[in-house]
């Protein structure tokens, strides 16, 4: 052992004077004399700078830029932008295709969940069990790679009444008539649902198979010892371990129809008779069909403060524990 | 090889004081334990002397040089770390030789040292392997390697050891002393265990709550603690309290307890009258449980107490006993007879216990 | 634990169930590869063979989809008149050019984000995130009139700076994530070991870098897929593929097949890279909330 007096503690000098015996030992209540200087780090702001200026010009600056037009009349002639008191916003109280728009998208929205959240769990559940899980999962993307657009001008050639080949299907089916599903009123939405389930019902189930990898399977055990069978053990353990991972599911895709709408404007347009016409398209006519700009910002502004609240949601299930681990559900 | 100096140190995260006012030396070529439960500061202790925090007061010195301001590469340090760091896509001896690469050293040197400092720890045969296929004691190994390899002034090692199996960590504390000794490396060593600390330290650093509580060989570390904190901490199973009164009787100093009256030795009774002259003093007896004998039968001149259980260890037996309304643990012989409610009688060994301030918890002796 | 790996005990019931998954998986192939397969297989037929069809409700006459001689001739059109080189030259350059922006400048916010703490953290997240979740068509009004003041409009660059909108806080969401993932320890390690803290972050570069590249592809994915961006903002010089063949789209005679090969050529690439970072997919699709 070395020498004890080669290794000291200062225990006598000023500082333990100061220092206090609480609860059986040595505390220390005072400050340090005086602090060293903090060393920089800016590195890290410098690193993060070009991407936040980046950000910055084609995200906020825009967004000014969309408060500004929505309270002028935007001229692209180069005639001048001119103030019209609100009237591209008061116009909207009275703009019918404008309310129809929202009540459109959220029915558009509403029907691809609902089918997209029970097929796609349904399928997650199958695959699950089945051995071919990972040849039949990679064959089931492969709508997800496709070009929106693309996929609308597929699913319109099929689609079409003369010479498609899912409407003789219908057709020789008697599910419909001499009218394409797209050339109906009635029938045109249910024609650009179901090419958004074609497309994207391989993400619910993705994100669902994901989930079920994570249901613990102790848990499952412990509720089969108690007497359950898979059904009851699927209801009662899986589905509720599910349910973040669902969450994020269908905010994924109820973001993604407000998003995107390409594959509508080439299977309809919005019609027949406006009766497809979810307010992002509208505010696509509005925009660049007639090119009332101030007006489309309007509505832009609309859309864009509703995405942000759905965004919010979004970010808090994001980081809500639930997401990263499964809570413990009773057995019975 | 350099001394470690920390003056007046503090580490401050925001608003929470993690180090407080540390003073600290480490001679040239020692072994320094720094010990304390989790939270105590040690870590962002041997964090500041590797330059991986800002020192927020005070001073590092390695030998005469100053090195607050430092970074990590120009210390001359090397550092293992608790979940041993490595590069996950580098072969064990790509791991260990990554600092002498870093140096620009010459090819066959490299090879040479990483070879030898292999050989040292017995991980030649893996050194193709990537640290994902290595048990964690190979872990460890390779994390140990690449530190010794760099020959460095300093090791840093932040509990190497705590995520070992025991079996392979009671190994591990002779092999680290040995490779210490052979190096003759100036060694600061983080640890919450006891045992790893007491066993391989030169000298023991305990620190609890940011503030070093005592400093000094192990040896007085067990068995002079300054005071209640460290008396409880160090040792296992932990030290018995009782609560006594200290009083003078006949000329001599005396512990008087509702079950018992114990006489301080000579020695004992005039460190106690230097310190504090006072004449009834409330002060609190610390015993070890290996401090205490323990004798299946009432006898008229021992300490009356009853047995609540019995845990046999192999070698040792613990005895649960019963004083009065205070326990106490006792560790005897496994031949003792006595069983559950058994009266039994106690001895406490005079010259080993301790008594403490109650007030302050500062140890008389 | 996969919860497929719990024990399942053998029933007549259970028998059942398994029958009806096995047709339903059958049903569910055909209904996600058929729509496809024609696409691919018209894109074969000419023009008059693409719109021959059997009539209603003779199923005995869905043979005639099989009855015509392949053709690659769209194909060759389609280069040779139709200027697809260079739609598909616009392609490759708009969505290579936004992606590698993205993740070079998107790579670097995210190991400072990832490695510091500071006031407003979130919030810088939350904006930067809510960009990407901002619909297509709204960001696209201002973008619209902005881009047309100062002449990007129709161009290359222009049509990569919009891209970069959704990509960048795309990259710099995810590859927080991966960074996230890399212990700080490891850095530590390497400035003991003697790297300076740039060489430290160059250090842990390989461990990110297969996540770094299956996301660069993933950016160019999405940039390659935009329709709205590429036909407002690019229209006029910036054309690309999946506009290209939109505007084949003619009121009158329209050829199908020569559409259906445009769509396999705008369409094959990115099922392939799709393929390609297969394990990193669902990552993606999910901004990162999910793991595979």
């Given at each position: 052992m070395a020498d004890t007096s080669s290794s000291t503690v200062e225990l006598d000098g000023t500082a333990d004077l100061a220092s206090v015996m609480r609860d059986g030992r040595r505390t220390i209540n005072y400050?340090p004399?005086?602090?060293?200087?903090?060393?920089?780090?800016?590195?890290?702001?410098?690193?993060?700078?070009?991407?936040?200026?980046?950000?910055?010009?084609?995200?906020?600056?825009?967004?000014?830029?969309?408060?500004?037009?929505?309270?002028?009349?935007?001229?692209?002639?180069?005639?001048?932008?001119?103030?019209?008191?609100?009237?591209?916003?008061?116009?909207?109280?009275?703009?019918?295709?404008?309310?129809?728009?929202?009540?459109?998208?959220?029915?558009?929205?509403?029907?691809?969940?609902?089918?997209?959240?029970?097929?796609?769990?349904?399928?997650?559940?199958?695959?699950?069990?089945?051995?071919?899980?990972?040849?039949?999962?990679?064959?089931?993307?492969?709508?997800?790679?496709?070009?929106?657009?693309?996929?609308?001008?597929?699913?319109?050639?099929?689609?079409?009444?003369?010479?498609?080949?899912?409407?003789?299907?219908?057709?020789?089916?008697?599910?419909?008539?001499?009218?394409?599903?797209?050339?109906?009123?009635?029938?045109?939405?249910?024609?650009?649902?179901?090419?958004?389930?074609?497309?994207?019902?391989?993400?619910?189930?993705?994100?669902?198979?994901?989930?079920?990898?994570?249901?613990?399977?102790?848990?499952?055990?412990?509720?089969?010892?108690?007497?359950?069978?898979?059904?009851?053990?699927?209801?009662?353990?899986?589905?509720?371990?599910?349910?973040?991972?669902?969450?994020?599911?269908?905010?994924?895709?109820?973001?993604?129809?407000?998003?995107?709408?390409?594959?509508?404007?080439?299977?309809?347009?919005?019609?027949?008779?406006?009766?497809?016409?979810?307010?992002?398209?509208?505010?696509?006519?509005?925009?660049?069909?007639?090119?009332?700009?101030?007006?489309?910002?309007?509505?832009?502004?609309?859309?864009?403060?509703?995405?942000?609240?759905?965004?919010?949601?979004?970010?808090?299930?994001?980081?809500?524990?639930?997401?990263?681990?499964?809570?413990?559900?009773?057995?019975? | 090889m350099a001394s470690v100096k920390l003056s007046n140190v503090w580490k401050?995260?925001?608003?929470?004081e993690a180090v407080r006012d540390l003073n600290l030396t480490c001679a040239d070529g020692e072994f320094l334990c720094v010990l304390g439960p989790s939270g105590c500061g040690k870590s962002s202790t041997l964090r500041m002397l590797a330059?991986?925090e800002?020192i927020s007061a005070g001073d590092i010195y390695f030998g005469d040089?100053r090195v607050?301001?430092?970074?990590?590469?120009?210390?001359?340090i090397?550092?293992?770390?608790?979940?041993?760091?490595?590069?996950?896509?580098?072969?064990?001896?790509?791991?260990?030789?990554?600092?002498?690469?870093?140096?620009?050293?010459?090819?066959?040197?490299?090879?040479?040292?990483?070879?030898?400092?292999?050989?040292?720890?017995?991980?030649?045969?893996?050194?193709?392997?990537?640290?994902?296929?290595?048990?964690?004691?190979?872990?460890?190994?390779?994390?140990?390697?690449?530190?010794?390899?760099?020959?460095?002034q300093l090791f840093l090692f932040d509990e190497p050891?705590?995520?070992?199996?025991?079996?392979?960590?009671?190994?591990?504390r002779?092999?680290l002393k040995?490779?210490q000794r052979?190096?003759?490396t100036t060694m600061i060593y983080v640890t919450h265990d006891q045992l790893e600390a007491l066993s391989m330290a030169d000298h023991v650093a305990v620190m609890h709550e940011g503030v070093l509580q005592q400093f000094g060989t192990p040896h007085e570390i067990y068995s002079q603690p300054v005071n209640e904190w460290v008396a409880g901490f160090i040792g296992e199973?932990p030290m018995?309290?009782?609560?006594?009164?200290?009083?003078?009787?006949?000329?001599?100093?005396?512990?008087?307890?509702?079950?018992?009256?114990?006489?301080?030795?000579?020695?004992?009774?005039?460190i106690?009258?230097?310190k504090?002259?006072?004449?009834?003093?409330?002060?609190?007896?610390g015993?070890r449980?290996?401090?205490?004998?323990?004798?299946?039968?009432?006898?008229?001149?021992?300490?009356?107490?009853?047995?609540?259980?019995?845990?046999?260890?192999?070698?040792?037996?613990?005895?649960?006993?019963?004083?009065?309304?205070?326990?106490?643990?006792?560790?005897?012989?496994?031949?003792?007879?006595?069983?559950?409610?058994?009266?039994?009688?106690?001895?406490?060994?005079?010259?080993r216990?301790h008594v403490f301030d109650?007030?302050s918890g500062l140890a008389y002796f | 634990?996969?919860?497929?790996?719990?024990?399942?005990?053998?029933?007549?019931?259970?028998?059942?169930?398994?029958?009806?998954?096995?047709?339903?998986?059958?049903?569910?192939?055909?209904?996600?590869?058929?729509?496809?397969?024609?696409?691919?297989?018209?894109?074969?037929?000419?023009?008059?063979?693409?719109?021959?069809?059997?009539?209603?409700?003779?199923?005995?006459?869905?043979?005639?989809?099989?009855?015509?001689?392949?053709?690659?001739?769209?194909?060759?059109?389609?280069?040779?008149?139709?200027?697809?080189?260079?739609?598909?030259?616009?392609?490759?350059?708009?969505?290579?050019?936004?992606?590698?922006?993205?993740?070079?400048?998107?790579?670097?916010?995210?190991?400072?984000?990832?490695?510091?703490?500071?006031?407003?953290?979130?919030?810088?997240?939350?904006?930067?995130?809510?960009?990407?979740?901002?619909?297509?068509?709204?960001?696209?009004?201002?973008?619209?009139?902005?881009?047309?003041?100062?002449?990007?409009?129709?161009?290359?660059?222009?049509?990569?700076?919009?891209?970069?909108?959704?990509?960048?806080?795309?990259?710099?969401?995810?590859?927080?994530?991966?960074?996230?993932?890399?212990?700080?320890?490891?850095?530590?390690?390497?400035?003991?070991?003697?790297?300076?803290?740039?060489?430290?972050?160059?250090?842990?570069?390989?461990?990110?870098?297969?996540?770094?590249?299956?996301?660069?592809?993933?950016?160019?994915?999405?940039?390659?897929?935009?329709?709205?961006?590429?036909?407002?903002?690019?229209?006029?010089?910036?054309?690309?593929?999946?506009?290209?063949?939109?505007?084949?789209?003619?009121?009158?005679?329209?050829?199908?097949?020569?559409?259906?090969?445009?769509?396999?050529?705008?369409?094959?690439?990115?099922?392939?890279?799709?393929?390609?970072?297969?394990?990193?997919?669902?990552?993606?699709?999910?901004?990162?909330?999910?793991?595979?």
């Amino acid at each position: 052992m070395a020498d004890t007096s080669s290794s000291t503690v200062e225990l006598d000098g000023t500082a333990d004077l100061a220092s206090v015996m609480r609860d059986g030992r040595r505390t220390i209540n005072y400050d340090p004399p005086h602090l060293n200087p903090v060393p920089s780090r800016q590195y890290y702001f410098y690193l993060m700078l070009p991407a936040i200026i980046i950000l910055a010009c084609i995200t906020i600056y825009p967004f000014f830029w969309l408060i500004y037009m929505s309270l002028h009349k935007v001229d692209i002639g180069g005639a001048g932008d001119v103030w019209n008191d609100f009237k591209n916003w008061t116009r909207l109280t009275r703009d019918s295709k404008f309310q129809d728009g929202w009540w459109l998208l959220l029915k558009y929205s509403a029907m691809c969940m609902f089918m997209e959240v029970g097929l796609g769990v349904l399928l997650a559940v199958i695959l699950n069990n089945s051995r071919a899980e990972k040849i039949l999962v990679t064959i089931f993307l492969m709508p997800m790679m496709m070009a929106p657009v693309i996929a609308g001008l597929v699913w319109y050639y099929l689609y079409n009444g003369t010479f498609g080949w899912y409407h003789w299907l219908l057709e020789s089916a008697g599910i419909l008539g001499e009218t394409s599903i797209l050339g109906g009123t009635s029938t045109a939405m249910i024609g650009i649902v179901i090419v958004d389930v074609w497309q994207w019902t391989p993400l619910i189930t993705l994100i669902t198979l994901a989930g079920l990898k994570r249901v613990p399977r102790d848990q499952l055990e412990a509720n089969m010892v108690d007497g359950a069978g898979p059904v009851r053990n699927f209801f009662q353990i899986s589905l509720p371990n599910l349910y973040p991972f669902l969450l994020i599911a269908i905010l994924l895709r109820f973001m993604d129809n407000f998003r995107f709408i390409d594959a509508i404007l080439v299977l309809t347009g919005g019609g027949p008779a406006n009766s497809t016409k979810i307010l992002p398209t509208y505010l696509f006519d509005v925009s660049f069909q007639f090119f009332k700009l101030g007006r489309g910002a309007a509505i832009a502004l609309t859309l864009l403060v509703v995405t942000i609240i759905l965004g919010l949601i979004l970010v808090r299930v994001f980081d809500s524990p639930a997401s990263k681990t499964g809570q413990t559900q009773a057995g019975n | 090889m350099a001394s470690v100096k920390l003056s007046n140190v503090w580490k401050m995260y925001g608003q929470t004081e993690a180090v407080r006012d540390l003073n600290l030396t480490c001679a040239d070529g020692e072994f320094l334990c720094v010990l304390g439960p989790s939270g105590c500061g040690k870590s962002s202790t041997l964090r500041m002397l590797a330059g991986l925090e800002h020192i927020s007061a005070g001073d590092i010195y390695f030998g005469d040089k100053r090195v607050n301001d430092l970074p990590p590469k120009d210390r001359d340090i090397a550092m293992v770390f608790e979940n041993y760091a490595l590069y996950p896509h580098k072969t064990v001896y790509e791991n260990i030789a990554n600092s002498l690469r870093l140096r620009r050293m010459d090819k066959a040197l490299i090879d040479q040292k990483v070879k030898k400092a292999a050989a040292m720890l017995e991980i030649e045969p893996l050194l193709d392997r990537r640290p994902a296929e290595l048990s964690g004691g190979q872990k460890q190994r390779t994390a140990i390697g690449r530190a010794i390899v760099r020959e460095p002034q300093l090791f840093l090692f932040d509990e190497p050891i705590a995520h070992l199996d025991a079996k392979l960590r009671a190994h591990m504390r002779g092999e680290l002393k040995i490779m210490q000794r052979d190096l003759g490396t100036t060694m600061i060593y983080v640890t919450h265990d006891q045992l790893e600390a007491l066993s391989m330290a030169d000298h023991v650093a305990v620190m609890h709550e940011g503030v070093l509580q005592q400093f000094g060989t192990p040896h007085e570390i067990y068995s002079q603690p300054v005071n209640e904190w460290v008396a409880g901490f160090i040792g296992e199973p932990p030290m018995n309290f009782v609560d006594c009164e200290m009083v003078e009787e006949g000329g001599s100093l005396c512990l008087t307890h509702p079950h018992f009256t114990q006489v301080l030795t000579e020695a004992q009774a005039a460190i106690v009258r230097a310190k504090d002259p006072a004449g009834q003093r409330q002060v609190r007896l610390g015993v070890r449980p290996d401090e205490i004998a323990v004798l299946a039968e009432a006898l008229d001149e021992g300490i009356k107490a009853r047995v609540l259980v019995t845990e046999p260890l192999g070698g040792d037996m613990l005895v649960d006993l019963a004083l009065g309304d205070s326990k106490l643990l006792a560790k005897t012989k496994p031949d003792f007879a006595g069983q559950r409610g058994d009266e039994c009688s106690l001895t406490f060994d005079r010259n080993r216990w301790h008594v403490f301030d109650r007030a302050s918890g500062l140890a008389y002796f | 634990m996969a919860s497929s790996d719990v024990v399942q005990y053998r029933s007549p019931a259970r028998r059942l169930v398994e029958i009806l998954t096995v047709v339903f998986l059958a049903v569910y192939l055909v209904w996600t590869v058929l729509p496809l397969f024609i696409m691919f297989v018209s894109s074969f037929k000419d023009l008059l063979e693409a719109f021959k069809l059997p009539p209603t409700g003779d199923w005995a006459g869905a043979w005639v989809f099989f009855d015509f001689t392949p053709t690659v001739q769209h194909y060759v059109d389609l280069f040779a008149d139709n200027n697809f080189g260079t739609y598909l030259a616009n392609s490759i350059i708009a969505s290579l050019g936004s992606a590698l922006i993205s993740v070079v400048f998107g790579a670097m916010a995210a190991y400072s984000l990832s490695r510091i703490e500071f006031r407003g953290k979130r919030d810088l997240f939350f904006w930067i995130i809510s960009t990407r979740m901002a619909p297509v068509v709204a960001v696209m009004v201002p973008l619209y009139a902005i881009f047309r003041g100062a002449g990007l409009v129709g161009t290359l660059p222009g049509l990569i700076l919009a891209y970069t909108t959704f990509n960048l806080p795309f990259a710099i969401w995810i590859l927080k994530g991966f960074f996230d993932n890399v212990p700080y320890a490891i850095e530590e390690a390497a400035m003991c070991d003697g790297c300076t803290r740039f060489q430290a972050f160059r250090e842990i570069l390989p461990l990110v870098a297969p996540g770094i590249g299956a996301f660069l592809v993933l950016c160019v994915l999405f940039a390659w897929n935009d329709f709205l961006f590429a036909s407002i903002i690019g229209s006029g010089g910036a054309k690309t593929l999946p506009v290209a063949t939109k505007e084949l789209v003619q009121p009158q005679n329209i050829q199908w097949g020569k559409i259906m090969a445009a769509g396999v050529v705008t369409t094959a690439p990115m099922m392939f890279l799709g393929l390609l970072i297969r394990r990193y997919l669902v990552t993606g699709l999910t901004m990162g909330a999910v793991r595979e």
